[in-house]
């Protein structure tokens, strides 16, 4: 049944068909195929349970927060401040793709947004000062993937819905590894800018009243990631409450900016709920697939046919990246997180690993299926805003950072701690 249920995921995944088509026919067939109860007549409490879940309205508010920022022009000032910092250093403007998507990233949420507004931003620039495209694009479509890893996150928060982990354990534990992911992006730069000096243009260090002054422009995004993450770290609000306070806190700066207007405030909405019916729709489709997939014993078969292996743990976890690497080169990050969350949980905590450690593994797994060739979604965000130019560009300049991700990953398996420590400290803090 296992096989058959993987065969089909690959079938209709790579049809075309939109992502909850693709899940809900894939639990209808195995229904069809495998049960003699009507499993369909389930839908309409499986698509009410899901959806009432209250930790899923996060999912509206953190998308509304990077709508409102990107249509406010927060992101270009945002840019353009970063730039007197690090744009000196080798490597230029390289450096302020992959710092002002870490920013953005961690007040919008959004590997998608983070991705579209960074390229927005500066891919003019590259043209303009003749930065080697493979590289510079590589440096946005990563930099985009730290929108699902540092927090907030939305993909943290749906995998912790469907895990069952607490989704302020989630944000603690990849804050550190996402700081240090993006240190290890402008770490290569770096030595492959100093190793081959005509990748990037050398740009001028600003002064340093220029760079203080640029400031006001870095204060509001890192005043509302400590007003979201901060409350949740200081155990003052839940991730859906400090979602909420996100918003109004990125209403307030759209304010002090001089950017609300009415028709900003309808484009925001409007994109919010197209974003969001997309993603709700994915996840009753998802929840119905699990229903599925349990009521018929697959997560269970899945559990025991790993553990008659009798394999070590580190093996079976190792075959578990290989299977999402390759996955990730055909299938759509989203639709690889919501349809295997369910099998795959089950079998790592069977195993003894902590779930809010594989939370952390798992996303940056799904990172890599953002920029791995030949359907990461990123990959075609960045060519779509590039708007010209052969997309051999775009994927050859973003494999260097699926190698990075892969150390990354090699890290958290090494070093636990690293994503367990912060967890364990603000635990031990609110006891």
């Not at 509206?60 to 840019?79: N, T």
């Not at 895990?163 to 989630?170: N, R």
């Amino acid at each position: 049944m296992l096989s058959v249920t993987l065969l089909l995921l690959l079938v209709m995944a790579g049809s075309s068909l939109f992502v909850a088509a693709v899940l809900g026919v894939l639990g209808w067939s195995l229904t069809e195929m495998f049960s003699t109860f009507p499993l369909l007549r389930g839908l309409g409490d499986v698509a009410w349970s899901s959806s009432a879940d209250f930790i899923l309205v996060a999912v509206p508010m953190f998308i509304l927060m990077g709508e409102l920022l990107l249509r406010s022009g927060v992101a270009d000032s945002m840019y353009g401040a970063l730039d007197r910092w690090v744009g000196h250093i080798p490597g230029g403007l390289m450096h302020t793709n992959i710092a002002a998507s870490a920013v953005f990233a961690a007040t919008s949420g959004s590997s998608i947004a983070t991705a579209a507004t960074i390229g927005t931003v500066s891919i003019p620039n590259m043209k303009r000062y003749g930065y080697d495209p493979k590289m510079f694009l590589g440096t946005v479509a990563a930099g985009g993937t730290l929108g699902i890893l540092i927090p907030p996150s939305i993909n943290m928060v749906l995998y912790g819905a469907m895990s069952e982990t607490s989704v302020s354990d989630l944000y603690a534990a990849a804050t550190i590894p996402g700081v240090l992911l993006a240190l290890l992006f402008s770490i290569y730069v770096y030595v492959s800018c100093k190793r081959q000096p005509g990748l990037a243009p050398r740009g001028q260090a600003a002064a340093w009243s220029d760079r203080l002054a640029a400031l006001v422009h870095l204060v509001p995004p890192l005043l509302l990631f400590m007003l979201v993450v901060g409350s949740i770290y200081a155990g003052l609000a839940t991730a859906t409450e400090a979602s909420a306070l996100g918003v109004m806190g990125t209403l307030a700066l759209v304010v002090w900016r001089r950017r609300l207007t009415v028709d900003l405030l309808l484009r925001s909405f409007e994109g919010t709920v197209r974003t969001t019916a997309m993603v709700m729709a994915i996840v009753i489709a998802a929840f119905f697939l699990n229903f599925v997939l349990s009521t018929l014993g697959l997560t269970d078969a899945a559990v025991k046919w790993v553990s008659a292996l009798n394999w070590p743990p580190l093996a079976v976890l190792a075959v578990i990246i290989v299977l999402y690497m390759v996955l990730g080169c055909f299938v759509e990050s989203l639709t690889l997180m919501v349809a295997t969350t369910p099998i795959v949980v089950p079998i790592i905590v069977n195993l003894g690993y902590s779930p809010v450690w594989f939370g952390v593994v798992f996303v940056v797994l799904i990172e890599m299926a953002l920029i791995t060739p030949p359907i990461g979604m990123n990959l075609f965000v960045v060519q779509s805003v590039r708007g010209g130019g052969p997309f051999r560009d775009v994927m050859m300049g973003a494999l260097p950072f699926v190698a990075l991700m892969l150390l990354m990953i090699v890290l958290l398996i090494a070093f636990p701690s690293m994503a367990l420590w912060l967890p364990s400290v603000l635990a031990a803090g609110r006891a």
